[in-house]
C-alpha cells in the first residue's frame, strides 16, 4: 500500500496518480552507499471499485497500460451495410478512435461478440491501445467515413 485516496470514482486508467501520504515523487535508493533519488510517477493501471482500491504502475509506458483487445456495448450504427455484414458472422478491418486527439487511428478487427450488441475489438499488429478506459466511447471508422460509436466495457 503506497497511500489513501479520496475515492476510486476520481481515478482514470492511464492517468498520472498522485498518491496521498507520498511526500514527493522522489524514490530513495542507496546506491555504491550514496543516497541516490529517483524521480517516480505513478499512473493508474486497474481499480476494484467493489474495495475502493486503485493499482498504480510507475512508468506510463508499463504493459499493464496497453490492450490488444476491448468490448464494446450500445454501439450505434451509422451504416446498416456495416451492421449486416457483422451479423452475417463476417469480421470487419475498419479503423478506430478512443480519443478526440487520437491520430493516426489505429487498425482494428471488429467481430459480434454475442447477439447483444456487443462487439470485439482487437486493435492489429503491434497497436496495442493505451488505456483504453470503460465508460469512454470508442468510434469505427472505414477509411475517413464514420460508422457509428459505442461505450468501451
Known sequence: MLGEHGGHYFFTKGQRAKIGGQPSA???LILFEAK????VRYYVSDK???TG????VGSSNHPSL???SIS???FNW????HKSLLDQGNNLSLTCKLRSQHHPKPPCEVKNQDNNGVLEIRFSGNNAQRAPTAGQILVLYDGERCLGGGVIK
Open 26 to 28: 522522489f524514490l530513495s
Open 48 to 50: 476494484n471499485t467493489a
Open 36 to 39: 541516490v533519488y529517483l524521480w
Open 53 to 56: 482500491e486503485v493499482f498504480v
Open 78 to 81: 451509422l451504416s446498416s451495410s
Open 72 to 74: 464494446v456495448h450500445s
Open 66 to 68: 496497453f490492450s490488444t
